[in-house]
């Protein structure tokens, strides 16, 4: 391993890490270009809001991988892989947390039946009715996203990275978070009071269900669940392959299998240590991925723990 | 075949001038009835902005084609009616930070003194969200603000 991380995903990480400065910096400017309009308009107020929150996965990420390549110290004697885990946790909490208060927020306003005052503004000498920049920020909120969501998909799942996958799928998403407010916004211009607030509990529920969906993938890790696919709550495809393939080498033992961060843990329970086993051979997928198993324990017959007998 | 695009953006073009709308329909109403209901703030016999009120209400009135109907009052009662729907625009003393800003719609001040209790601005209410009708109000009190 180089620096901390396997020399087989170097390059895509650093790609990564110039993918997640760009993100931040375009973010940035969207985020002002959006907050120098915003007005009274709740779409508009929930999708800045959500475009804030979408800098937290970047950050995130930076964060975590600053600690990875972090060697192992006398404190933190197993390194720091799993600061990848809880850092996704922390993004998790934050995403479902605001979710929910932006929809309480814009469904009080439906039932409150609030009607939002759009104001002209005064520009190079005209009136320009300030829903039409709101209008152009929200579509170019959309852009930069859709392509930097793209762009880190297919790296997400070469690094098995679940905070850069949820970055990239929020991102790649985020075409319908502006369009839905530029559609609230259009339709507040056309005389309809609740256009506003619908698109606000439609982008704020799109911000609760990404949230939910990260807390239940970081507590799979956190909880030393068994390796998800990436995104999703079933089993990992490839840590299936190496359970079968433990299984089949040592049929009296009992596998467990965990993830810390994008590593994958293997312990055979009830057999004694091999010591021919070579980590990369064992490896029943790709080549090019066997960095991903990280760890194989043996624990010798009879010296399991309570946990684990369950 | 052709046509369909040049077509869009003329039904593009003639719903965007229409934007914004007012969703109760005042100002649509306003020029309809050709009157507006006005709510003048009593202001303890003083006649300070008293034309800048004046020359509001004609600004309005040339730009609508209406006829104010005036009524005078406390503002609570009268922006509470404003809120309602009852009158059009409410016109009077308010501080910077007034919390009637949230219930309605407070203008750019078409005038502005300083006295023994602080900054205070004369300024149009209006109902709020009627975008259209606010639209107007906000073009004419800037006007008016812009006078001498």
């Given at each position: 391993m180089s620096k901390g991380v396997p020399p087989e995903i170097a390059a895509d990480l650093e790609r990564a890490v110039r993918l997640e400065y760009w993100t931040i910096g375009w973010m940035i400017s969207i985020v002002v270009a959006m907050g120098a309009v915003v007005g009274s308009s709740q779409a508009m107020r929930t999708a800045l809001i959500e475009d804030m929150l979408s800098l937290i996965p970047a950050i995130v990420f930076l964060v975590a991988i600053r600690f990875e390549r972090k060697a192992p110290s006398r404190l933190f004697p197993f390194g720091y892989q799993r600061v990848h885990s809880l850092s996704f946790m922390i993004s998790a909490v934050a995403l479902a947390a605001m979710g929910s208060l932006l929809l309480i927020e814009s469904l009080m306003t439906l039932v409150r039946q609030e009607h939002v005052t759009v104001p002209p503004i005064h520009l190079f000498g005209e009136d320009v009715w300030l829903g039409w920049l709101m209008v152009a920020a929200l579509l170019y909120s959309v852009v930069p996203p859709v392509i930097l969501g793209r762009m880190k998909l297919p790296l997400a799942r070469r690094l098995q990275d679940e905070v850069l996958h949820t970055d990239a799928l929020m991102q790649k998403a985020d075409w319908m978070t502006g369009l839905a407010g530029a559609a609230g916004v259009i339709g507040l211009g056309l005389g309809y009071w609740w256009a506003d607030a619908v698109a606000a509990t439609i982008i704020s529920f799109s911000i609760l269900q990404d949230g939910v969906t990260a807390l239940r993938i970081a507590t799979a890790e956190?909880?030393?669940?068994?390796?998800?696919?990436?995104?999703?709550?079933?089993?990992?495809?490839?840590?299936?392959?190496?359970?079968?393939?433990?299984?089949?080498?040592?049929?009296?033992?009992?596998?467990?299998?965990?993830?810390?961060?994008?590593?994958?843990?293997?312990?055979?329970?009830?057999?004694?240590?091999?010591?021919?086993?070579?980590?990369?051979?064992?490896?029943?997928?790709?080549?090019?991925?066997?960095?991903?198993?990280?760890?194989?324990?043996?624990?010798?017959?009879?010296?399991?723990?309570?946990?684990?007998?369950? | 075949m052709k046509r369909w695009p040049i077509l869009c953006l003329a039904w593009a073009a003639t719903c965007c001038s229409d934007i914004p709308k007012d969703p109760e329909g005042t100002l649509d109403r306003v020029r309809a009835e050709r009157r507006f209901q006005v709510g003048i703030i009593a202001a303890g016999g003083s006649r300070i902005g008293l034309d800048r009120q004046v020359l509001m209400l004609r600004r309005v009135s040339e730009a609508t084609g209406a006829d104010p109907i005036l009524q005078t009052g406390a503002s609570g009662p009268l922006l509470t009616r404003l809120e309602e729907g009852e009158l059009d625009i409410v016109i009077g003393q308010f501080a910077p930070a007034s919390p009637w800003g949230k219930k309605v719609t407070l203008l750019p001040p078409i005038g502005e003194q300083v006295s023994r209790d602080g900054h205070i601005l004369l300024t149009v209410a209006a109902r709020n969200g009627e975008n259209a009708w606010i639209g107007l109000l906000h073009r004419e009190a800037r006007a008016v603000a812009a006078k001498p």
């Amino acid at each position: 391993m180089s620096k901390g991380v396997p020399p087989e995903i170097a390059a895509d990480l650093e790609r990564a890490v110039r993918l997640e400065y760009w993100t931040i910096g375009w973010m940035i400017s969207i985020v002002v270009a959006m907050g120098a309009v915003v007005g009274s308009s709740q779409a508009m107020r929930t999708a800045l809001i959500e475009d804030m929150l979408s800098l937290i996965p970047a950050i995130v990420f930076l964060v975590a991988i600053r600690f990875e390549r972090k060697a192992p110290s006398r404190l933190f004697p197993f390194g720091y892989q799993r600061v990848h885990s809880l850092s996704f946790m922390i993004s998790a909490v934050a995403l479902a947390a605001m979710g929910s208060l932006l929809l309480i927020e814009s469904l009080m306003t439906l039932v409150r039946q609030e009607h939002v005052t759009v104001p002209p503004i005064h520009l190079f000498g005209e009136d320009v009715w300030l829903g039409w920049l709101m209008v152009a920020a929200l579509l170019y909120s959309v852009v930069p996203p859709v392509i930097l969501g793209r762009m880190k998909l297919p790296l997400a799942r070469r690094l098995q990275d679940e905070v850069l996958h949820t970055d990239a799928l929020m991102q790649k998403a985020d075409w319908m978070t502006g369009l839905a407010g530029a559609a609230g916004v259009i339709g507040l211009g056309l005389g309809y009071w609740w256009a506003d607030a619908v698109a606000a509990t439609i982008i704020s529920f799109s911000i609760l269900q990404d949230g939910v969906t990260a807390l239940r993938i970081a507590t799979a890790e956190l909880a030393d669940g068994v390796p998800r696919e990436l995104g999703k709550s079933n089993i990992d495809p490839e840590a299936e392959q190496l359970m079968r393939k433990l299984e089949g080498q040592y049929p009296a033992a009992r596998i467990r299998l965990r993830e810390t961060g994008r590593y994958i843990h293997a312990e055979v329970c009830g057999v004694d240590a091999d010591p021919r086993q070579n980590l990369k051979i064992l490896w029943p997928g790709m080549p090019e991925r066997s960095w991903r198993l990280a760890q194989l324990s043996f624990v010798p017959p009879n010296k399991e723990t309570r946990t684990g007998d369950s | 075949m052709k046509r369909w695009p040049i077509l869009c953006l003329a039904w593009a073009a003639t719903c965007c001038s229409d934007i914004p709308k007012d969703p109760e329909g005042t100002l649509d109403r306003v020029r309809a009835e050709r009157r507006f209901q006005v709510g003048i703030i009593a202001a303890g016999g003083s006649r300070i902005g008293l034309d800048r009120q004046v020359l509001m209400l004609r600004r309005v009135s040339e730009a609508t084609g209406a006829d104010p109907i005036l009524q005078t009052g406390a503002s609570g009662p009268l922006l509470t009616r404003l809120e309602e729907g009852e009158l059009d625009i409410v016109i009077g003393q308010f501080a910077p930070a007034s919390p009637w800003g949230k219930k309605v719609t407070l203008l750019p001040p078409i005038g502005e003194q300083v006295s023994r209790d602080g900054h205070i601005l004369l300024t149009v209410a209006a109902r709020n969200g009627e975008n259209a009708w606010i639209g107007l109000l906000h073009r004419e009190a800037r006007a008016v603000a812009a006078k001498p």
